[in-house]
């Protein structure tokens, strides 16, 4: 027997017909590549969004096929968000910050036939376009009168002069809920990129997800920073889930510096902001000099790699500002965990309940987490015993784009992370399998040994890699920026670590950088560290 309930399709374009109805004057502020500051709303958005329809519809633009954008976090942005998606096309969101070669692999591979880009990635798309024949249409997110003269690329228009003549009403379809909205492609640091296909009914469980009290909880009297980029898996959903909440958004453009970062924070009042750790990082290096502190920032999410605990103490203490660790991946749309505290924790002493903050947290209804051990057995939950992490659930992948074989083992995804569990279910990151240093039959965790050095006040930066032993198979040592100014010795460092973890997982060595390889997402890229090193060693 069926319920008597209406059905209503689970539709990306149903979360800006709310917002521009119910939110309608709430702010959409950006920065612009320009420099300047641009303010707009949900309900401009919404009207706008529904001219991209109108204008996809005239290019005469298949259903599914793909739009790519190649853009950072602002308002055109967001319209492409809805407008594409709503009207069943797919937007395929690229990370400029790859490889040129990887980035006219990715065109080619998700067929994309629209490619719209800011005004930045202008020399890059005038190397790429001959390279991707797919795609049949350019737009330069920017005005008419700002389109350069002779940029060689056949057709650019530009995004206003597209939209600008298009009626701002349009009726949105109703489909299959399962239908493809978005894609996005893994920064594949083995082989190819793999490209992540998402649904509207994927997207928007996410989003009812990510905006529960215990998650993100997202509301509209928020003020929303996604430092995380829009092309770094929808900046991890929060423009939907703020779409659906009806919150402020306030987007930084380019602009990721920590002066820019912080200026932004304060002028539009931003009480929740999302980003990798090594963003705050230049926030909280911009900030401590100056003296100065947060008047409206409450809560931020940090993700994508290991949050340092020295960075949420920071946060806490100087600033008092929580911090909630988040795990996830672009195969999980990308929330898998968040860290936020049980009733039963909340009369535990501060230094107890931060123990617990440390941890990338539990997951939330619609993930469903697991870890194996070596024997492919349900490890214990103890917190200590560790094995590989396996997830499934209503936004994790089922099988990448155009590719056959589904990566499920016995119906869940193995996501490379080796983690711990413990018995309330909070999930801690021991390391990426490929990373984990295997020393005399034990194991050491990079994150670990990288978390202790940065907590010394002369690190700015610590990377913790394996050198391959005679005896022991591989030694952790630990590779460091030394902040600006600031003396640090091999020495001192190593003392440091005396007392903080055992004896035998101290590092080997000490190397000293200028700086450490970061990748398109933000992360320490450490096989690039190990060929730097290498080549460093060669002569
Ligand atoms: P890519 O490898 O393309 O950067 P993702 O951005 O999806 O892919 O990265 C997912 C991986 O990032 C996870 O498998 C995990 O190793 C790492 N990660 C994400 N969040 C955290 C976290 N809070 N702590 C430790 N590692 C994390």
């Known amino acids: 027997m069926y319920g008597l309930m209406q059905q209503r399709e689970l539709l990306i374009s149903g979360l800006i017909e709310f917002a521009q109805k119910n939110h309608a004057d709430t702010e959409i502020i950006s920065r612009r590549v320009e420099g300047d500051i641009h303010r ?3 309900a401009e958005v919404g009207k706008r969004s529904q001219q991209i329809a109108h204008a996809l519809k005239r290019m005469d633009l ?17 319209e492409l968000y809805f407008g594409v998606s709503g009207t069943a096309r797919v937007l395929h969101t690229i990370n ?10 990715i065109v080619n591979h998700a067929e994309d036939e629209v490619l719209c880009f800011d005004m930045t990635f202008l020399p890059l798309v005038q190397a790429l376009h001959a390279k991707t024949p797919t795609v ?5 997110l920017c005005d008419t009168h700002q389109l350069p003269k002779d940029s060689g690329i056949p057709g650019l228009q530009s995004y206003e002069g597209w939209i600008g003549q298009e009626d701002s009403a349009f009726d949105w379809p109703q489909f299959d809920e399962n239908t493809a909205s978005s894609l996005c492609y893994t920064s594949g640091t083995t082989g190819h990129p793999k490209g992540t296909l998402y649904s509207h009914r994927s997207t928007l469980l996410h989003a009812f997800g990510a905006a529960l009290p215990d998650v993100m909880n997202l ?3 928020d003020s929303v920073l996604p430092v995380v980029p829009m092309f770094h898996v929808n900046a991890w959903g929060l ?3 703020c779409a659906m909440v009806g919150a402020k958004l306030v987007f930084p453009g380019p602009a990721m510096d920590g002066k820019s970062v912080y200026e932004l924070i304060e002028q539009e009042h931003v009480t929740f902001a999302a980003g990798v750790p090594t963003v705050w990082q ?3 290096s911009h900030m401590k000099p100056l003296g100065v502190r947060f008047s409206s920032l409450k809560r931020t999410v940090i993700g994508g790699s290991a949050c340092p605990p020295s960075m949420i103490h920071a946060f806490k203490q100087d600033h008092g500002v929580e911090v909630l660790h988040a795990w996830g991946m672009t195969e999980l749309s990308p929330l898998g965990t968040l860290c936020s505290l049980k009733n039963k924790h909340m009369s535990l002493p501060l230094d107890q309940q931060m123990k617990i903050r440390l941890k990338q947290g539990r997951s939330f209804f619609g993930v469903d987490l697991k870890i194996l051990n070596d024997q492919g057995q349900l490890q214990v939950h103890d917190g200590q015993s560790y094995g590989d992490l396996y997830a499934k659930g209503s936004w994790v992948i089922n099988k990448y784009f155009k590719q056959a074989q589904s990566p499920l083992i016995d119906g869940w995804f193995p996501t490379g992370d080796v983690a711990t569990m413990d018995e309330d279910g909070y999930m801690q990151v021991v390391d990426r399998t490929k990373d984990v240093i295997k020393s005399g039959g034990e194991w050491i965790s990079s994150i670990d040994i990288e978390n202790i050095a940065v907590s010394h006040p002369s690190v700015a930066m610590a990377a913790c890699i394996a050198i391959a032993d005679p005896k022991w198979d591989e030694r952790p040592i630990v590779v460091v920026v030394v902040k600006p100014g600031l003396v640090l010795s091999k020495e001192e460092l190593l003392a440091f670590y005396v007392g903080k973890t055992a004896k035998w997982q101290i590092p080997d060595d000490v190397i000293f950088v200028d700086a450490i390889p970061i990748g398109a997402t933000g992360k320490i890229l450490k096989n690039k560290l190990r060929e730097d090193l290498l080549k460093r060693e060669a002569p």
């Open 40 to 42: 707009s709303n949900w």
């Open 62 to 78: 298949a259903v599914g096929s793909r739009v790519a954008t190649l853009a950072w976090n602002g308002y055109r942005h967001l």
């Open 96 to 105: 400029p910050r790859l490889h040129p070669d990887q980035l006219a692999w």
């Open 136 to 140: 049949k249409h350019w737009i330069a």
């Open 219 to 221: 509301s509209a009297t």
């Open 239 to 241: 423009p939907y889930s």
């Open 282 to 284: 230049m926030l909280l």
